[in-house]
């Protein structure tokens, strides 16, 4: 009695390396939707971030989507919220398209 052999079709292998591209991708956009929300959250004034943890992130979630138009003292802040929660609602759900950002107000 010899090993059982073992079969990999190419199109097992071409299969596999589809979902693992497609695994790297998502993670890949999560990771530059987070960065992004982690920018306009840093130009938010006395918003102090740190971007290494989990539960700033977490307190930042809830922050704002607790209060989701908040009175800022010009169009440049309320700008940056409304990106900031663009892009961490878009960092929760990679695989969803975004839409174009608005311009930045002068």
Known sequence: ??????RFAVRWLILSMA???AILGLWCRHIRFRN???YHYSKLPGIII???????SHFRRQ????????????AKDSWHAAMARKYDRAARKPWL???LDPPEPR
């Open 50 to 56: 740190n971007i290494a943890s989990h539960s700033e």
């Open 19 to 21: 979902v693992t591209v």
């Open 97 to 99: 398209s975004v839409a």
């Open 36 to 38: 992004q929300a982690d």
């Open 63 to 74: 922050l704002f989507e607790g209060l989701p138009e908040l009175e800022w003292q010009n």
């Open 1 to 6: 009695m010899g090993m059982p052999r073992i």
